[in-house]
């Protein structure tokens, strides 16, 4: 039972839950929350260490290294190095998305529909406490691929002058390229893929990053695979 602040384990998670540095550096990161810690485990990913309230630390002392509005009763520490790699059939490719609510969401969006996930550089943290909250576990299963690495034919969403989204032959495998929130995708990088665009019939000029990757995501789910066609 860990009872004092000053403990080498809570030094570690304050850091790992502080900043991206440290968690780089480390290659370490801190899940809060028993869901998280049971997403973790049921994809078979052990933890460094296992902070329980009452268990293994004094629900006070871990309640001080929590950042959720309601502390965590539940904190595992775990290595970048053991999570998911690996090609699917789709891909979300993610440029500079530095939300790390949309990050996490779109993790959360590739987890429902079995896809990877490649960052490029710029990109928020995906082991951040937000994007970690926002990927429901996620994280602990979807496979992150290398932006150099990216599968099958490759479709860029921008928000104008593009093809219809609906009218591409979607067939797998695919990797759609998504920008950041503001900037988009830059035109060198569009101008080497399939450019589509989601029609909206409603007032809004744009779609979040997040909601266009589900939308992507949903197609693609509705097209044949290419080697059954």
Do not use: Q
């Amino acid at each position: 039972m860990i009872t004092s602040r000053d403990n080498a384990t809570l030094r570690l998670v304050r850091k790992l839950l502080g900043g991206r540095k440290h968690r780089e550096e480390s290659g370490l990161f801190a899940a809060e929350g028993e869901d998280l810690v049971a997403a973790a485990r049921d994809a078979g990913i052990e933890p460094v260490h296992l902070l329980l309230a009452g268990e293994t630390v004094e629900a006070e002392l871990l309640s001080r290294v929590s950042t959720l509005p309601h502390p965590a009763r539940a904190i595992g520490v775990y290595r970048r190095a053991d999570l998911p790699v690996g090609e699917r059939e789709t891909c979300l490719a993610l440029w500079r998305v530095a939300d790390p609510g949309n990050l996490g969401t779109l993790v959360r969006t590739a987890d429902a529909f079995a896809a990877s996930l490649a960052l490029s550089v710029g990109c928020a943290d995906p082991l951040s406490p937000k994007a970690l909250r926002a990927s429901a576990g996620g994280i602990f299963r979807v496979p992150l691929v290398p932006w150099d690495e990216l599968p099958g034919m490759r479709v860029a969403l921008v928000a104008h002058g593009g093809m219809p989204l609906h009218d591409i032959d979607l067939r797998r495998p695919v990797t759609f390229l998504l920008g950041a929130e503001r900037e988009g995708l830059p035109d060198e990088l569009a101008a080497r893929c399939h450019k589509a665009t989601i029609a909206l019939p409603g007032a809004a000029e744009s779609l979040n990053v997040a909601a266009a990757g589900a939308i992507a995501l949903y197609e693609a789910s509705l097209s044949p695979r290419a080697e059954a066609r």
